[in-house]
């Protein structure tokens, strides 16, 4: 309503699919699916558990190959294993799809243990308003963030390492991407009298950092220049961070890369991405993307620029990516490749992009097709790549509040 007016108010002449766009925009905060309602059970059954948990942080393991210190997080790189030619497995070779399970993973853990269990006491908050929420969430985030000791530095120099080649990769950034739900956790229950100020303060400041890294770091450069997923998820990661932090500089160019980059780039004309269908693990990489793809539009979608509705010259848009998908999503039998060579079994689950997608356009099959999916699947390569844990967490964007 308040957009209406506005509009009215300004005697603005826009275009039909920017005013449309504009409000199917402004309605993701009053969604027309009850989703606390929906997971309400699940939710309260995960921040019961996340009310038990002890503070998780990367300090407690020990990384022996990292060249980084105890706060520096360090992982190996998932495709790549010992080579049988030498008895000392280096330098490593590499086996596209197919996760070596003596990685290094416990930082990895960490992040999404902490991200899961956060992201559960925030959607807890939301639903309830209990303030035990609120104070567990800042004890488990002062120990992994804040505590000079224990936290973790605001860089991933040293992640996805690959024995005998490189000590970091730009790769490596992806490992981060399950930080996401913090920042939204915390924007949920910051108002909470048991989430002190300067904690959010803190929060922000490394999450300030973080962004600064990633955005001048040679590392950091480069996976944002990645031609494929990695730079979806980098800037997904920086406009989520950027969005907490106020920096509408990023927003700014996070909204440059969906339309000048990611739709002309990397979509062809039917909706689908040639790179990720290149990979062994077509289908799960093709799921990955477009979640992706899907929250940098929830996330930056305002009145004046609806990512929901960009489309391109040539008919290129989030909605065709949706399309293109959407069938094999609903019966996986249909899909026409090869299956992937890993995880198949354990896809979909309940896919965010179905959520986010089916409020944005209306459109009740992706809806339906949502609450149908299992929202916790317990295949580990499955969990790696879907993020967003607690949707509702998701349903209010900031950037659709402001006013043209």
Same mark, same amino acid.
């Given at each position: ?11 603005? %002449? ?15 905060? =009053? ?15 995960? =921040? =019961? ?94 120990? *992994? ?12 120099? *040293? ?10 990769? %730009? ?46 770091? /040679? ?42 980059? *990611? ?22 990489? %093709? ?32 909605? /065709? ?21 890993? =995880? ?8 965010? %992009?179905?959520? *986010? ?19 916790d699947p317990t295949d580990e390569e499955v969990r790696r790549n879907i993020a967003i844990t607690q949707p509702l967490l998701w349903l209010e964007n900031p950037a659709a509040e402001k006013q043209p």
């Amino acid at each position: 309503m308040k957009t209406l007016l506005a509009i009215k108010r300004r005697r603005i %002449s826009w275009p039909l699919a920017v005013l449309f766009g504009s409000l199917a925009t402004a309605a993701l905060a =009053a969604p027309a699916l009850d989703v606390a309602a929906i997971d309400r059970e699940r939710i309260m059954h995960a =921040a =019961a558990a996340a009310l038990q948990q002890e503070p998780v942080t990367i300090t407690r393991f020990h990384a022996k190959n990292s060249d980084g210190g105890p706060n520096d997080f360090y992982s190996n790189a998932d495709y790549w294993w010992p080579n049988p030619n030498h008895t000392n497995g280096l330098p490593s070779i590499e086996r596209d799809g197919q996760t070596n399970p003596n990685n290094f993973n416990a930082h990895r853990q960490a992040i999404r243990q902490l991200g899961d269990a956060v992201a559960a006491l925030g959607a807890a908050y939301k639903i309830t308003g209990d303030d035990r929420f609120a104070k567990k969430a800042d004890e488990l985030l002062r120990v *992994f963030f804040l505590d000079e000791k224990t936290r973790m530095n605001p860089s991933l120099q *040293f992640a996805q390492a690959v024995p005998g080649i490189a000590r970091g990769r %730009s790769y490596g950034i992806i490992d981060s991407l399950h930080l996401i739900e913090i920042p939204k956790a915390v924007e949920a229950m910051q108002k909470s009298p048991a989430f002190p100020a300067a904690d959010v303060a803190g929060l922000k400041k490394w999450f300030a950092d973080y962004i600064e890294w990633l955005t001048t770091s /040679k590392n950091g450069v480069t996976e944002g220049n990645a031609a494929n997923n990695h730079a979806v998820a980098f800037w997904l990661q920086v406009a989520v961070f950027a969005q907490f932090t106020g920096d509408e500089k990023n927003l700014a160019e996070c909204r440059r890369r969906f339309t000048e980059v *990611f739709l002309p780039k990397q979509m062809t004309n039917d909706g689908s991405f040639p790179r990720e269908l290149a990979r062994t693990k077509p289908y799960g990489y %093709s799921i990955f993307q477009l979640d992706n793809l899907a929250t940098l539009a929830q996330v930056l979608s305002m009145p004046q620029n609806d990512l929901w509705h960009f489309t391109l010259p040539d008919g290129r848009s989030i909605r /065709k990516a949706v399309e293109f998908l959407y069938p094999f999503l609903a019966d996986k039998s249909a899909w026409p490749r090869q299956p992937d060579v890993q =995880a198949w079994a354990g896809w979909p689950a309940r896919q965010p %992009s179905l959520l *986010f997608a089916g409020l944005a356009f209306n459109e009740p099959k992706y809806l339906e097709l949502w609450k149908k999916l299992n929202p916790d699947p317990t295949d580990e390569e499955v969990r790696r790549n879907i993020a967003i844990t607690q949707p509702l967490l998701w349903l209010e964007n900031p950037a659709a509040e402001k006013q043209p």
